[in-house]
Every structure is written in structure tokens, then in C-alpha cells.
């Protein structure tokens, strides 16, 4: 026990300086929306299209990623993560065509899966009645995308865009090396030697893996899908500057950043299923507000903020949950499964926003069906856990 409480703080910030790291390269395309579409004359559908498809591949990845996780153990994956993410990097920033950009856009995705890595790999260093506080601390390494809102357009601004995918291409490199020399698999975890299909057959099984994965779809797909797409919408309707609806976009992340690990500690003491409540009411309530298009900054950019807040407040719940109903051998590969769902959560929502507005010129169906999903996934809750 005494080994173990030695590294815990060390590798959780370790996990979580790579999470960050590797979502900002995740999300290298989003805050630059509307810059591409300029240049290559893209229509509103199009711009959804190449915002929306490395979450597609950071989603799906995610379940390999979580079985080899189990095998290979977190110091060695978050490394191979970072290597391979370079290449991707690289080849978006030196594409000016979209064909290439959707290409290279898609193999972006990689650094995307990072997420499956870490929750096992943290979950492993702390026992049982922290694990939430842990994965919520963990969990705010998706400020990466707020990193990547803020930096990445006055990066290009500065230098090109070619230079600064090299500079993420040269952290990324840096972070792969810090994972190989200075963090430990916690010495509680033990590699998993069964063969995939089986695995992935045995936690398909387990009835809370689907119950996590839709909420986690509802939840993290919702704040990644306003991380990518919130530039494009701000520049649609608010017509901000790129750099100011990067900026905007960043300070959505941040609040969902800070109140993941609120969430996660919250759920240690309330328990998981009343911080989903209020975070899926919240939701709800701020999506039915933002759908009626109040003016900017307040009180639409307080709308937003506390979108971000209660989206972030349920990742947080969901993997105190996940924690909760599913034993440890088995978390990466259910972390797997369920990230995925919440990816493709964030999958789905920018392509629908941008049909909407190609067809109506506003966002407020798009609202208005965000406000219903969680509102199901609310009555979904209260009647699916009402003994844990």
C-alpha cells in the first residue's frame, strides 16, 4: 500500500499532462473551421464534415486502445500514443486540399483515444472510494481542447500552419519520451492475458457497460461536440473573429475542465447517480435557453459556460459510476467501450448542426434536440439506478 499511495500523485499528473496533450492535437482542426472554409470555399455541411470525422476514428479507436491498454499496461500506451499522433499532425498542417484534410483529419483521431488509456492506468494507482476523484482529476486533461482553442489559431496567426503542427508535433514528442522515463504502471495492476474477442464479448455482457456508455455518449459527446463545432457556431451567429471564438471556445472548456474532477469527487460522496441528475438537467435547462439565441457574451456566453459545467459534472459522474459497477480487471476494456459511445456522442451533433443550418440558417432545432436527449437520458437514470 505504501508503494502504491507513493506514485499516485505523480502518475495522475503525469496521465493527465498526456491527456492534455494529446486531445490539444485531437482538436487541431476544430478552431481552425472557419479559416479552412474560407480558403477551400467549403459549404456549412462540408465544415461539419472535417470538424466531425477525427472524433469518429478518437471515438472507435478507443475500444483496441482500451483491450491493449489492459495488455501493455498505460506507461507504454500513452507513449505509442504520442509517437504515432505526430505523423497525422504533421500531414494536416502541410494539406491544402480536402480530400487530403479529410484523410489526414481522419488519422488525427489517434491521438483521440488517449482517454482509454488513462482511466485504467489511473484507476489502477488509487483504491476503490477514491477512484472518482482520481478519474475526475484525470478527466480534466480534455482541457487540451481548450489549450488547442486558445493557441492553435494564434499559433497559425504567428507562424503558419505548418510551423505550429510542427511545434505540437515536437510536445507530443516530448510528452511520448516523459511517459517512457518517468511514469510507472501501478504495481496493483497485472496484464491481462486473455485474448481480445473474448473480452470484448464478456464486458458486451455486462448491462452497466451499456447503461455508461449511453450516458457517457450524452455527456462527453456533448462537450466534444461543442468544443469542435462551438467555433464555427460563434462565427456563424456571432460573427466573432476566428481568434475570438477560439477564445470563447476555450473558456467553454475550461468550465467543463474544472467541474469534471468536481464531479468525480462529488460522486466519492453523494454518489454518481445524483451528480448525472443534476448535470443532465442542467444541460437540458441551458440547451432550451441557448435555443431561443440570447444576445452574446451575457447571457448567451454565460449559457454556454454553464452548458460546459453540468456537461462536465456528468463525465465525471459516469466514471464514478463506471467504477462503482464494474471490477477492476475489467475497466479498460469497458473504458474502451464506453469512450467510444461518448465519441461518437460528439460524433454525430456537429454534422446535424451543420445540416440545420444549411437548411434553416439557425441552430434552434439542433438545441431543441440536445434539451430532449438529455431530458431521456435524465428519466433514463432516475429509473435504471435508483438502487445504487
Given at each position: ?258 467541474s469534471r474532477p468536481l464531479g468525480g469527487t462529488l460522486s466519492d460522496r453523494v454518489g ?87 437548411a434553416a440558417g439557425a441552430y434552434t432545432i439542433g438545441y431543441v434536440l440536445l434539451a ?17
Amino acid at each position: 500500500m505504501g508503494e502504491l499511495r507513493k506514485g499516485q500523485v505523480r502518475n495522475l499528473g503525469l496521465a493527465t499532462a498526456a491527456f492534455a496533450v494529446t486531445f490539444w492535437a485531437w482538436n487541431l482542426i476544430g478552431p481552425l473551421s472557419g479559416s479552412y472554409s474560407r480558403q477551400l470555399t467549403l459549404s456549412p455541411t462540408q465544415t461539419s464534415l472535417l470538424v466531425a470525422i477525427p472524433v469518429l476514428v478518437g471515438s472507435l479507436g478507443r475500444i483496441p486502445v482500451g483491450m491493449l491498454t489492459d495488455r501493455l499496461g498505460g506507461r507504454r500506451m500513452f507513449a505509442i500514443i504520442c509517437f504515432v499522433s505526430i505523423v497525422p499532425v504533421l500531414f494536416v498542417g502541410w494539406s491544402n486540399s480536402y480530400g487530403w484534410l479529410l484523410f489526414w483529419g481522419f488519422l488525427l483521431g489517434i491521438p483521440g483515444t488517449s482517454f482509454a488509456v488513462g482511466i485504467p492506468f489511473v484507476n489502477a494507482w488509487y483504491e476503490a472510494p477514491r477512484r472518482g476523484f482520481a478519474t475526475g482529476v484525470f478527466g480534466a486533461g480534455m482541457g487540451g481542447t481548450a489549450l488547442s482553442s486558445f493557441f492553435t489559431p494564434r499559433l497559425v496567426e504567428d507562424f503558419g500552419r505548418p510551423s505550429a503542427h510542427l511545434l505540437i508535433a515536437a510536445v507530443l514528442a516530448l510528452m511520448g519520451v516523459i511517459m517512457l522515463g518517468g511514469s510507472r504502471n501501478s504495481p496493483a495492476w497485472t496484464p491481462s492475458t486473455a485474448s481480445a474477442l473474448p473480452r470484448i464479448k464478456e464486458v458486451m455482457k455486462i448491462k452497466a457497460t451499456w447503461q455508461c456508455a449511453f450516458l457517457y455518449a450524452v455527456t462527453f459527446g456533448g462537450f466534444v461536440a461543442f468544443s469542435t463545432y462551438l467555433p464555427t457556431l460563434l462565427q456563424n451567429v456571432y460573427h466573432f473573429a476566428q481568434t475570438d471564438a477560439g477564445l470563447r471556445t476555450a473558456g467553454f472548456s475550461i468550465a467543463a475542465v474544472l467541474s469534471r474532477p468536481l464531479g468525480g469527487t462529488l460522486s466519492d460522496r453523494v454518489g454518481p447517480v445524483k451528480v448525472l441528475l443534476v448535470s443532465l438537467g442542467g444541460t437540458a435547462l441551458m440547451a432550451l435557453v441557448l435555443a431561443l439565441k440570447p444576445p452574446a457574451e451575457v447571457p448567451a456566453g454565460v449559457g454556454f459556460v454553464l452548458m460546459a459545467f453540468f456537461l462536465g459534472l456528468g463525465t465525471g459522474g459516469v466514471f464514478a459510476l463506471v467504477a462503482k459497477l464494474v471490477e477492476a480487471s475489467r475497466v479498460g476494456t469497458v473504458t474502451g467501450l464506453v469512450g467510444a459511445a461518448g465519441g461518437l456522442g460528439g460524433y454525430f451533433p456537429p454534422l446535424v448542426m451543420g445540416a440545420v443550418y444549411t437548411a434553416a440558417g439557425a441552430y434552434t432545432i439542433g438545441y431543441v434536440l440536445l434539451a430532449a436527449t438529455a431530458l431521456v437520458a435524465l428519466a433514463y437514470t432516475l429509473r435504471a439506478f435508483r438502487s445504487v
